[in-house]
């Protein structure tokens, strides 16, 4: 989301142009006086000595003056950001812990456990894999930990669980590299340091040998914002032996890979980032041919491909341990000692084969080839359009393998190693489904779960529908999450009751023919108690008489307005072909087929908005203002602490917006990064917004919270209560430190596994993630913390995010699949701000989207509030045109060419009075004005401008009485 590279120090210099040319102005008119007047222009030692003097006071005052509007204009926002932090209390630190513990202890997923060789017998352990000593804690950019706090690393968990670990072994890792490389900002270093096999001294294999008989074999995959990670690695550089990653102050520059060996590349071509590395597999073949018990540790946010541990009957369990913040890895020592029972599962499908998946041709890097005339500049240079094809349509995830497989179009077994929601236990349990009720649009029933095994464990109830499908009808999975739930710990013989209950337009599918609209069509649906996505437990059918059309006289239970077709302009218009279920798949091949057409077609070209068309003019035609110009600058006395927790459509409302002026609205939302403005004539005081997902995190004073487990470890609990215990947390520590806005939780879909920031996002699946993000934001919300959920929309990878990146998909698949988990966050959660994406949905940017803005998530979903831009640093982000849209705010601390401008024009001050209640009405409801009108606070900076100010005053005074001292002297002399 932020960096700092040399485009922002320009733009910054640009800001301040007309104040520094004044400064050297200054400085030179001084230094040509003191030259100029010289014994031979003036001969009067007392009157030359006076001019000097003089000259340099008021030099030195015009330099004050110049440097004050600096620091109170184009510097203001940005120094504000760097004081006002607080401090968390030593009770929140302490819970906040605790948290992070509790959300790994469930969120860790046992995924093979052959011969119950879990729980350890043994507590010496020989911890193999460079990953043990540099894990995963998180990722990078907006989500990594704050260096404020200590981390429990992996083996400091497994200590305090108990065990013994072989010292040797972590020695070696330690020595062989002490730091993981890094994927930046800039760039990405994709290096997996691993020893390679016959590195290890056979002294060193014995003696391991004869310190334990349990091995433990650590993976790790990082990922991080601003790249995704590779799935050619033959397509990233590899360096040469003794060859350095060329560096930047953000990180590394470019793409880089150091292999391991000078023998070998450890990927070949057509191998991945999450396949095994060949030094990884030398690895995993020593390790299996000298012990016996071998566990694999795999930590990562992105689904690894595991098909090699079933080739090895050594490796006789697998866990995965997702990223798990400051202190989860505590749980990992917990849950191979046995005192915790794993109770996970995936939030993603594991393949064996991921050239099985429909996306695999289509995700990573694709230009257009005739689109330079309307190229940008943009973060770190100019960038012209890019494009992804979202050719899966609704088929994503395990949507597609189960729907696949039912087919007979895939052979399931060979592809997925693991389904969507699959999760082994060191008990067993019993799930028995009661009758449904199926009355007054609703679905109802229980779900009796009893732990027939012989250890206290949870486990998650899944709630499955598959509906009734015609050929080449409108497109349907046979599988689909419609509800969750987890049970509280069940003793050994325990049963426990989960009630289910959702409703019957929650298994309407999105017809986009027509006009489109959610249709419920009659049949048989099938509902199941599930153990996974694949495996059914139970199942009852409920019949669905005649087909329900959701529109504007019957809109779905939990719509404010009928949804219709808003994205037509977004499937590419006959260029991309989407995959059908129709006769069985059968245009799989087609319709999955790498890209062969790499030009925007003219339709889109001559259409698109970018910074070198674009103008007010040319599309004040397609808004809905008025040529009247609204009232600004009233004096009525209305405060901003009156409007808390009045309706966003109370009459007060036009009063307070009366009263701002054209400068105070253009700033309010010009300068909307990571915190917003104070405006002293309406009381409103500025207020802090900072960096998530899975920590608060200051970017300017580096204060942060403590961190917890990535958003991919919340969702693997699948426990509603673990996730709004987050949230809750985030409220008491947005508090303490002074916040009143997170830039979080993160929506996302994971598409593909290869997505950069899957560690942030929660699934695959919409319901999933929606549902526990809701949570989240529902929990922060009563600590008057406003969560902006993010990146609205569609914005699911990383690679060209910030090149004009035209993603294509068809309205169903957007509806039902990239927008399903923020409308669960707007509705269940009650968001009140949402933060769009660099992206553009087909061909228009997500921020300045009417259709997604104004029309879905306002109208539709009844959101009130702002939205924010991702951060504004790129040219094609027209902050007009994203007012005139529906988005409401720039992430930008200085006046950038996003700025809001033809503040002259009534239709744009128009924009901007909408765009300022929006926002006001987020700000205002945190808990800053819960008690009345507060106090406004003085920036550190401006009390040391202050002091320095008096101080440089009295120098000047001194300086003055001195010059005119010695005058007289000199001139009686």
Do not use: C
Not at 369 to 398: P, W
Not at 446 to 461: C, E, L, Q, Y
Not at 758 to 787: P, R
Request: aromatic letters at 10%.
């Amino acid at each position: 989301m932020f960096s700092i590279n040399m485009e922002d120090v320009y733009k910054m210099l640009e800001t301040m142009r007309g104040q520094l040319i004044a400064l050297g102005v200054i400085l030179a008119l001084a230094i040509i006086i003191t030259v100029a007047v010289n014994k031979k222009t003036i001969k009067n030692t007392a009157a030359r000595k006076l001019i000097h003097s003089q000259s340099w006071i008021i030099a030195a005052v015009g330099v004050i003056l110049s440097v004050s509007m600096i620091l109170f204009e184009p510097l203001y926002s940005t120094l504000n950001l760097m004081s006002g932090s607080g401090n968390l209390t030593q009770p929140t630190i302490k819970a906040a812990k605790q948290l992070a513990e509790n959300i790994e202890d469930e969120g860790i997923v046992l995924l093979k456990n052959e011969n119950n060789s879990l729980p350890l017998k043994s507590h010496k352990l020989n911890v193999f894999g460079w990953a043990s000593t540099n894990p995963i804690y998180g990722g990078s950019g907006s989500g990594s930990m704050n260096d404020s706090y200590p981390t429990v690393s992996l083996l400091e968990g497994l200590k305090n669980a108990g065990f013994e670990t072989n010292t040797v072994l972590s020695d070696f890792y330690t020595k062989y590299r002490a730091d993981r490389p890094t994927a930046g900002m800039t760039g990405a270093d994709w290096s997996l340091p691993e020893p390679t096999a016959d590195s290890y001294a056979d002294s060193m294999i014995t003696d391991a040998q004869e310190f334990s008989d349990e091995a433990l074999l650590v993976l790790g995959r990082p990922g991080g914002e601003g790249n995704d990670l590779p799935h050619d690695m033959s397509a990233v550089k590899t360096l040469k032996p003794g060859e350095k990653m060329e560096m930047s102050p953000m990180g590394p520059i470019g793409a880089n890979y150091q292999n391991n060996s000078k023998d070998y590349n450890d990927f070949e071509k057509g191998k991945g980032y999450l396949d095994l590395s060949q030094t990884e597999e030398n690895l995993v073949k020593l390790v299996t041919s000298k012990f016996n018990k071998v566990t694999v540790v795999y930590n990562g946010a992105n689904t690894l491909n595991l098909g090699f541990v079933d080739e090895y009957p050594q490796i006789q369990s697998v866990l995965w341990t997702p990223p798990a913040g400051q202190t989860g890895f505590n749980s990992l020592g917990k849950v191979l000692s046995g005192s915790v029972n794993p109770s996970g599962k995936t939030t993603d499908t594991f393949l064996k084969d991921f050239s099985k998946a429909p996306w695999f041709n289509n995700i990573g890097a694709f230009s257009y080839t005739n689109t330079d005339d309307l190229a940008v500049e943009s973060l770190g240079g100019e960038v012209t359009s890019t494009f992804v094809n979202y050719v899966e349509g609704i088929y994503v995830g395990y949507r597609f393998f189960e729907t696949a497989a039912a087919e007979g179009a895939l052979d399931y077994n060979s592809t997925v190693q693991y389904p969507f929601g699959y999760g082994l236990s060191y008990t067993t349990f019993n799930q028995k489904m009661g009758e449904v009720n199926y009355s007054n649009g609703s679905i109802s029933f229980d779900v009796t779960v009893t732990n027939t095994g012989s250890v206290a464990g949870k486990t998650p109830v899944q709630i499955y529908y598959n509906p009734p499908y015609a050929n080449g009808g409108i497109e349907k999975s046979v599988a689909n999450l419609v509800a969750f739930a987890k049970t509280k710990e069940l003793k050994p013989g325990e049963s426990g009751i989960v009630p289910i209950t959702f409703n019957e337009s929650d298994m309407a599918s999105y017809d986009q023919s027509g006009e489109g609209a959610y249709k419920l069509e009659a049949g048989d649906y099938e509902i199941s108690v599930n153990e996974n996505s694949h495996v059914k437990i139970a199942s009852q059918s409920v019949n669905v008489s005649s087909t329900i059309t959701y529109d504007e006289s019957n809109p779905r239970q939990t719509d404010k307005q009928a949804a219709h077709n808003e994205f037509a302009e977004a499937d590419g218009d006959g260029t991309v072909t989407y995959l059908s279920r129709a006769n069985s798949f059968a245009n799989y091949a087609e319709s999955t087929a790498a890209p062969t057409n790499f030009e925007l077609p003219e339709k889109y070209k001559s259409e698109m908005i970018a910074q070198k068309n674009y103008s007010d003019d040319k599309y004040f035609s397609k808004t809905e203002y008025t040529g009247e110009m609204p009232t600004t600058g009233a004096k009525n006395g209305v405060q901003l602490y009156q409007l808390y927790g009045k309706d966003y459509d109370d009459k007060l409302w036009d009063k307070l917006l009366d009263g701002l002026t054209v400068d105070q609205m253009r700033d309010l939302i010009s300068l909307a990064g990571f915190n917003t403005i104070a405006i002293d004539s309406i009381g409103k005081v500025r207020q802090s917004d900072i960096d998530g997902p899975a920590a608060l995190n200051n970017n300017f004073t580096k204060q942060g919270s403590i961190g917890f487990p990535a958003s991919v470890t919340v969702a693997n609990t699948w426990n509603k209560d673990l996730a709004t215990q987050y949230g809750d947390l985030i409220g008491t520590m947005a508090v303490e430190m002074h916040v009143t806005g997170w830039y979080a939780p993160g929506l996302n879909t994971h598409r593909s596994p290869y997505g950069g920031r899957n560690f942030e996002y929660f699934s695959e699946d919409g319901l999933l993630g929606g549902t526990m993000a809701a949570a989240q934001v529902a929990a922060a919300k009563k600590h008057g913390i406003y969560s902006f959920m993010k990146h609205f929309a569609l914005n699911d990878q990383e690679t060209n995010r910030n090149n004009l990146l035209h993603t294509w998909s068809n309205e169903q698949a957007i509806r039902e699949i990239y927008l399903k988990p923020f409308e669960y966050g707007v509705k269940d959660g009650g968001a009140t701000a949402m933060m769009s994406s660099f992206n553009f949905i087909g061909n228009d940017w997500s921020g300045s989207t009417a259709p997604l803005l104004r029309t879905v998530l306002r109208g539709e979903w009844g959101f009130r509030g702002m939205v924010e831009t991702d951060y504004a640093g790129v040219a094609f982000m027209i902050g007009n045109r994203a007012i005139l849209n529906g988005n409401d705010a720039m992430l930008a601390t200085m006046a950038t060419y996003n700025m809001v401008t033809n503040t002259d024009n009534p239709k744009i001050v128009q924009a901007m009075r909408e765009a300022s209640h929006n926002i006001l009405y987020t700000t205002v409801n945190s808990w800053v004005y819960k008690d009345g009108a507060p106090k406004a606070e003085i920036a550190a900076w401006q009390w040391i401008y202050w002091a320095v100010i008096v101080v440089a005053t009295v120098l000047l005074i001194g300086a003055e009485w001195l010059a005119i001292v010695r005058f007289m002297k000199r001139r009686k002399a």
